[in-house]
Structure formats: structure tokens, C-alpha cells
Nanobody, 125 residues
Framework: QVQLVESGGGLVQAGGSLRLSCAASGRALSSYAMGWFRQAPGKEREVVSAISWNRGSTNYADSVKGRFTISRDNPKNAVYLQMNSLKPEDTAVYYC??????????????????WGQGTQVTVSS
């Protein structure tokens, strides 16, 4: 089993930055694909970004390209999401997800096995 715990959410003004962290326990994530998702009130959950196990492949939703950066630290069993130039429409609960995926590329549409409980990000205008 893999347990994921997100942190780093909060309230920020538009144009500001936040860095989300996801700490994993239970298994080493060195062969896992990792993803960040978000769900805004009244909307479906959407993928924000994903990264392959070796950091060789990343992808981003069009709405966050150029503003968000995903990264991971395998020895620390952690994944991060640096969010810059935040907009009110980025307001959502952000979730970290993991899936065994020892391939060099990770499609944005894979199904994840493990999920964190989420961290709230609120961007005020």
C-alpha cells in the first residue's frame, strides 16, 4: 500500500505562488508515475500534471502550461507542484496520485491506484 499526504495549500492572491508537496510512505515510488489533479466546487476532477518515474516525461493541462512545474525527488519519496502566476480559476482541492508505471513516458490519461486526501488552494482576485 502507498499512502500519500499533500501539503502546501493555502490562500494566496492572484499572481502569487504556492508550492505543493506530496509525501509518500509505504513503498518506494521510484518506479511509479505521479500525478497532480484538482477539483473545483461543482466541477469534475481534472488532471493538472504528471511525471514519469525517471523525471524524463512530464505533461500539463493546457490551462496551467507555463505557470506550473511538476518535479519529484525519488530518494525523498516526494513529488512537488510549483504553481506560479496563480489565477482565481486555479482555486480547487489539489490531489496527489501514484501508480506503478516503470515506463519512460506517462500519458495524461492513465488511471492512478493511490490518492491523497487533498489540499485546498484558494486564489483570491
Amino acid at each position: 500500500q502507498v499512502q500519500l499526504v499533500e501539503s502546501g495549500g493555502g490562500l494566496v492572491q492572484a499572481g502569487g505562488s504556492l508550492r505543493l508537496s506530496c509525501a509518500a510512505s509505504g513503498r518506494a515510488l521510484s518506479s511509479y508515475a505521479m500525478g497532480w489533479f484538482r477539483q473545483a466546487p461543482g466541477k469534475e476532477r481534472e488532471v493538472v500534471s504528471a511525471i514519469s518515474w525517471n523525471r524524463g516525461s512530464t505533461n500539463y493541462a493546457d490551462s496551467v502550461k507555463g505557470r506550473f512545474t511538476i518535479s519529484r525527488d525519488n530518494p525523498k519519496n516526494a513529488v512537488y507542484l510549483q504553481m506560479n502566476s496563480l489565477k482565481p480559476e486555479d482555486t480547487a482541492v489539489y490531489y496527489c496520485a501514484a501508480r506503478p508505471w516503470p515506463l519512460a513516458t506517462v500519458p495524461p490519461t492513465i488511471n492512478y491506484n493511490y490518492w491523497g486526501q487533498g489540499t485546498q488552494v484558494t486564489v483570491s482576485s
